[in-house]
């Protein structure tokens, strides 16, 4: 069993900042990419932000120069810092990491922004 405790996420003022955080325990063979994802209330799930084991990263075009992805490898924890919020930021955020080659999802955590 894998465990995604996700944590972070609340209601900002647009133009603030919030940090999610994502921690993953249990059997944890090799951790590979980890990420976030995102749903806006009818709308589907879309990336956010991906991070390699090395550290490549990868945003979506609405995310780039306002969001950070960043990991600990040692305690196989994924962040995702969002500056500059807009109201369109608002959504359930999730964290998804890929154990070898099988993905697993967070919970979710909400994130809302007041415009």
């Known amino acids: 069993q894998v465990q995604l405790v996700e944590s972070g996420g609340g209601l900002v003022q647009a133009g603030g900042s919030l940090r999610l955080s994502c921690a993953a325990s249990?059997?944890?063979?090799?951790?590979?990419?980890m990420g976030w994802y995102r749903q806006a209330p009818g709308k589907q799930r879309e990336l956010v932000a991906t991070i390699s084991t090395g550290g490549m990263t990868n945003y979506a075009a609405s995310v780039k120069d306002r969001f950070t992805i960043s990991r600990d490898n040692a305690n196989n924890t994924v962040y995702l810092q969002m500056r500059s919020l807009k109201f369109e930021d608002t959504a359930v955020y999730y964290c998804w990491v890929l154990i070898r080659t099988t993905p697993f999802w967070g919970q979710g955590t909400q994130v809302t922004v007041a415009s």
């Open positions: 249990g059997r944890i063979s090799t951790l590979n990419a």
